[in-house]
């Protein structure tokens, strides 16, 4: 499996944001307010895959007291992590199309705390396909451990 390039990940939330923002513009009076749950969740789910990597790159590294890693499983967090990355950046694209509409409304009430939802739920994705991308990379095998067996 190859790893995950940043500029497909860029490219998404930039594709994704511009179709989210047509989209938001005819029916915006229509939606129902955004909800803040968003950003905590999301937030709890980079630091989980942050842990993840780290204690990960630990184990596979054989560092003292760390037990060692199980390949299937270092496969599966590797396909969490792909998927996190993918999934993140489509919505973080969405809160993105979303936070550029209600900025341009930024005078009225609603749409200004909207904004700041959606700022925060995108600056949320953000730090989950950071997690995404270092747990991704933490589960690669280093090269210098077949030298040494």
């Not at 630091?47 to 499983?73: C, D, M, N």
């Not at 590797?78 to 993140?88: E, N």
């Amino acid at each position: 499996m190859k790893l995950t390039h940043p500029g497909h990940l860029v490219g998404i939330v930039i594709v994704v944001a511009l179709i989210a923002w047509a989209l938001v513009r005819p029916v915006y009076a229509d939606l129902p307010l955004m909800p803040w749950t968003a950003i905590p969740t999301v937030l709890l789910l980079a630091i989980g895959e942050g842990y993840s990597a780290w204690t990960t790159k630990a184990r596979i590294a054989r560092k003292p007291g760390t037990k060692p890693v199980e390949p299937l499983a270092v496969a599966r967090l590797a396909a969490l992590a792909k998927a996190s990355a993918y999934v993140g950046a489509a919505f973080a694209g969405l809160f993105a199309g979303f936070a550029l509409y209600t900025v341009q409304i930024f005078d009225r009430e609603t749409p200004r705390s909207e904004f700041f939802i959606a700022a925060g739920s995108f600056l949320a994705c953000v730090a989950l396909i950071c997690a995404a991308l270092y747990l991704e990379r933490a589960c690669r095998i280093p090269k210098d451990s077949e030298e040494q067996d």
